[in-house]
């Protein structure tokens, strides 16, 4: 149990007092109670709005009721204060001993400080996150929703749950045929003809030249002047095996490795659509009618023609869709709504990272789930914008060797896996992303990839200097002062970091947390740049820098902890 657990407890604890007495009715227990800190630190250490929201249910003013559990609060042995501010709000400052204690704790758990108790669930949380199309190399399109996807997945096996990263490949569509034939110009090229401008319509990128020659080295001239239908499927398989290769290899750039890799092919295949269709008949949720025109100018040619129809506006979408064309053959909401009935079978919870070009399929597939699993499976769409890419503030040029983009491997290996990584979480993922090349490297206060670096970089060159000291053991951490206790009081909000961000889906609050965590350490440590006697290390002082240097350690702890978590290392030393 963290201090805010703690803490939440204690102030039920008091409510339940007042529940007893009479002054608050039982069943307003159950309001919606907040604890969290104050936004500003110098009201005190947290802040409850049990008063507000307990008012009208107990016939109090907010005020009068704040002051009747305030003087409750107030009576436990680890709260120095307990202040009603505003219209209701109760601030309360915590005894010293417990942010001492909570050192003592981050340094004996270590690495599992934050970590929650295993989830008591039957089957993994599913993330799928990338699932690019397998005609080519990860471009840094892929990149923000790679990270976002692989760090989601990371916090919520630090949470307490199993997860599953799960990579659906988009191999049976029309993409794949385009991407056969492409493989066949670069197999023809690589038995030496001469096939000039790569034509309209083709995947024009170099990359398609290594799997040229394979299929030269494994057919030789054999389909060269042969039917597309004779080649087709054979050079389909070849090609996306080769990209899928192609595109571990980059994730691995990254540190991603996906558990699973699900084939639209197979559930094409084992006959899933035709299972959900069945499925979803049954409870009337599908039926054969017409769709409207299409809005606006309606074309001479349009005909009403009748098809098999899911009812998503049940859902709250905003018409029917339809899971087969005209033709008969699945439409790609059709197979989707399939391949997510899969994923639901095998687990507790889905959540699907997706980038902005699928923002107008997400009500469909939500309605899609809801129907399938009839409201037992959590869902959740995580909607990932674009990365702008720049250097020095200039947009960068495409890659004419890629065809057209920006690679994942070419900005890993001129910046580095970590700062890739970081720079991926330091926004809100539905907001645009810059990355400049030039400022996410340099060494200064605005980069958050150097400043939370630097801040690991600095603990660890004292702890070498402390390493060669005599230091009192245990440190005496009651020598530390009310703002070395309050950025103890900022790591020991990692615990809550995890919950939350966990249960919002949301990886990039990390990061965040990070930035605060790091910028509290910043301008402890420049107390010491104008008074000596505010430095880690103190010479004439042992007792002193021990406590000091304990609380560094319990800074560093969660500061790598997190990282991890982010999938970055930290830094021991900056060059």
């Known amino acids: ?48 709005n049990a008063a507000l929201a307990l008012a009208k249910a107990a016939k109090m003013n907010p005020r009068e009721l704040a002051t009747r559990i305030a003087m409750t609060l107030a009576r436990h042995p680890d709260i120095a204060t307990a202040e009603v501010a505003g219209p209701g709000f109760i601030n309360l400052r915590l005894q010293p001993t417990v942010w001492q204690a909570e050192i003592t704790r981050i340094l004996a758990e270590g690495a599992d400080y934050g970590r929650g108790d295993a989830a008591q669930e039957a089957l993994p949380v599913n993330v799928e996150y990338v699932s690019a199309n397998p005609t080519g190399p990860m471009h840094m399109g892929h990149c923000r929703g790679a990270v976002v996807g692989d760090a989601l997945a990371s916090l919520l096996a630090f949470a307490g749950h199993q997860v599953v990263r799960e990579y659906y490949v988009n191999d049976a569509g ?73 595109i571990r290899a980059d994730l691995a750039l990254l540190g991603i490795v996906h558990d ?71 439409t790609y909401f059709g197979v989707d709504m399939a391949y997510h009935a899969d994923k639901a079978r095998r687990s507790s919870a889905l959540v699907n990272i997706w980038g902005a070009d699928h923002t107008g399929t997400m009500k469909r597939i939500e309605a899609a789930v809801e129907a399938l699993t009839e409201g037992q499976t959590p869902f959740a769409i995580k909607i990932v914008q674009m990365v702008r890419l720049f250097r020095g503030g200039e947009p960068v040029k495409m890659s004419k060797r890629a ?44 980069n958050p990839v150097f400043y939370v670096h630097y801040a690991h970089a600095r603990i660890s060159s004292v702890l070498r200097k402390a390493a060669v000291l005599n230091l009192p053991a ?40 990070l930035a605060d965590l790091a910028s509290a350490f910043h301008t402890l440590w420049n107390r010491g740049n104008d008074d000596p006697a505010y430095r880690l290390l103190v010479e004439n002082d042992l007792p002193l820098t021990a406590a000091r240097v304990t609380l560094a350690q319990a800074v560093a702890q969660v500061i790598r902890t997190a990282l991890g978590v982010m999938g970055v290392t930290a830094a021991e030393e900056l060059r």
Do not use: C
Not at 209 to 222: C, I
Not at 477 to 489: F, N, P, Q, T, Y
């Open 474 to 513: 245990p440190a005496p951490l009651e020598r530390l002062d009310a703002e070395e206790l309050a950025l103890a009081g900022l790591a020991a909000q990692w615990p809550r970091v995890v919950r939350q961000a966990a249960a919002a889906r949301e990886p990039h609050r990390i990061a965040f947390y």
């Open 174 to 246: 029309g993409q794949v045929d385009v991407l056969a034939r492409s493989a066949h110009l670069r197999y023809r090229e690589a038995l030496g003809e001469d096939i000039g401008e790569i034509p309209e319509g083709l995947y024009p990128g170099d990359y398609l030249k290594p799997v040229g020659k394979a299929l030269a080295a494994e057919f030789g001239p054999r389909f060269v002047g042969a039917p597309e239908a004779d080649w087709l499927g054979p050079f389909r398989e070849r090609a996306v095996a080769a990209m899928l290769d192609m």
């Open 1 to 48: 149990m963290d201090v805010f657990q703690r803490f939440e407890n204690v102030v039920a604890e008091a409510v339940a007092t007042l529940v007893a007495d009479g002054t608050i009715p039982p069943d307003a227990a159950n309001a919606a109670v907040v604890l969290e800190p104050p936004r500003d630190p110098a009201h005190g250490d947290l802040a409850t």
């Open 403 to 446: 065809g057209n983009f920006v690679t994942l491997a070419d900005v890993v290996n001129e910046v580095g896996r970590d700062v890739v990584r970081f720079m991926m979480l330091t926004k809100r993922p539905e907001a645009m992303l810059d990355f400049d090349f030039a400022h996410v490297v340099e060494q200064s206060r605005d």
């Open 260 to 330: 699973r890799f699900s084939s639209e092919a197979a559930v094409l295949a084992e006959g899933a659509p035709q299972a959900a269709e069945a499925t979803l008949r049954s409870r009337g949720l599908i039926y054969d009618g017409t769709l409207p025109p299409p809005k606006g100018e309606t074309p001479e040619d349009w005909e009403p023609v009748e098809l098999p129809l899911f009812r998503s506006t049940a859902y709250g979408d905003d018409i029917d869709r339809p899971i087969r064309k005209s033709s008969g053959e699945w």
